[in-house]
């Protein structure tokens, strides 16, 4: 396991530098910036994208709640906006009959199943905004 990067104390985070301490792709935080309104991302005179430690945070706090606790974008927005969603994370929602069935016949796990479908859904929003 690697160690935490540490994040240096300043007033303003250049884009580049946000994106290597999320260590994340632009097209990925532009997304981001579209579906979670607490990701201001200011601009500096010279047009060039700056962000603030709390927009770090957050960024940082999205990339935790979809890659390593499994939420769909829906679930952070939830989380990010202080609710709790119905239950700790999409692997515990109770799976429905079609669920089951595609999940046995792919020999998945019925609980990764609805991960995978939140997953699907969110690649398929992604998709039609870049082909906008």
Do not use: C, H
């Not at 690697?2 to 290597?20: F, M, N, Q």
């Not at 939830?78 to 515990?92: F, I, L, R, S, V």
């Amino acid at each position: 396991m690697s160690k935490p990067t540490r994040i240096p104390d300043k007033l303003y985070y250049k884009l580049a530098e946000v994106l290597k301490l999320a260590a994340i792709q632009p097209y990925v935080l532009k997304y981001w910036e579209t579906e979670f309104p607490q990701l201001a991302g200011g601009k500096q005179e010279s047009g060039q994208r700056v962000y603030t430690r709390q927009d770090l945070d957050s960024i940082l706090r999205i990339k935790k709640l979809l890659y390593e606790d499994g939420y769909t974008i829906s679930g952070a927005k939830k989380q990010m906006e202080g609710e709790t969603p119905d239950a700790a994370g999409p692997e515990n929602e109770p799976a429905t009959a079609e669920q089951e069935t595609v999940a046995s016949k792919a020999g998945v796990e019925v609980k990764y199943s609805a991960v995978l479908e939140g997953a699907l859904a969110d690649l398929k929003a992604l998709l039609a905004s870049l082909q906008n």
